[in-house]
């Protein structure tokens, strides 16, 4: 699984009133294009999906030909995920229905929502009681939909999840020349966090490009050492 974010110079990824806006460059934008190009299926948070006018689609013709040329269908799955299913059903992703669209969530759901939601995407899976296991998520979505290659595009409490669970092996991180500052400002990962630093995800730097005013880097997960018996 892959995590790709756009985050200010000060550690944020909206402003504090949590209104969503692009503050990358065209720049990053074509990196984010070039990253769903590659990959089975696109993965938001229900927030992520409901605050900006977000459609997870592949973007222009190019795009959909890289696709094609590795093998994959011309256009990604959708995947959002909700635990209480409170996604809003006017959000842009509904009214641009590209591909199959999938809903992740769990028994918090109530039968209504259920219900709505039903009548808005090609499924809906419920996934754990009151969180969502992503791990039998995976799983699931690679069975029933062959994703074998998922991009997460936030938001931060989706991505603390998936660094919780150890799930994110590959993680895209351009820092743009901004400071929004505030204390309640989201962040990458947000959320439960991780209560003591023994637990931390670690990463290794794999590559850091500067582009214009913008620094582009990946890191990979470090691997556990495999203990000797």
């Known amino acids: 699984m892959l995590v790709n974010m756009a985050m200010t110079a000060d550690g944020k990824i909206a402003m504090v009133n949590r209104a969503a806006a692009s503050f990358g460059s065209p720049r990053d934008h074509e990196h984010m294009l070039g990253l769903r190009a590659t990959t089975d299926a696109v993965m938001a948070g229900a927030r992520t999906v409901d605050s900006a006018s977000i459609t997870m689609e592949p973007g222009p013709a190019k795009f959909r030909r890289r696709r094609l040329k590795r093998g994959l269908a011309e256009y990604n799955l959708s995947v959002i995920v909700s635990r209480s299913g409170s996604v809003n059903p006017r959000a842009e992703v509904f009214k641009r229905h590209f591909s199959s669209i999938i809903i992740l969530t ?92 023994a637990g931390a995800r670690r990463f290794v730097l794999k590559s850091a490009r500067r582009i214009g005013n913008e620094l582009f880097t990946v890191f990979t997960a470090m691997k556990k050492p495999h203990l000797r018996p």
């Open 106 to 197: 769990t028994c918090r759901a109530k039968a209504n929502r259920l219900k709505r939601l039903r009548a808005l995407a090609d499924e809906v899976k419920i996934c754990g009681r009151r969180e969502i296991n992503f791990r039998i998520a995976l799983r699931w979505l690679r069975k029933k939909w062959g994703v074998r290659r998922l991009l997460c595009e936030g938001g931060g409490e989706l991505n603390d999840a998936l660094f919780r669970a150890g799930l994110v092996d590959e993680f895209h991180l351009t820092i743009c020349p901004k400071i929004f500052g505030g204390r309640n400002a989201p962040t990458i990962a947000d959320g439960k966090g991780i209560p003591k630093i």
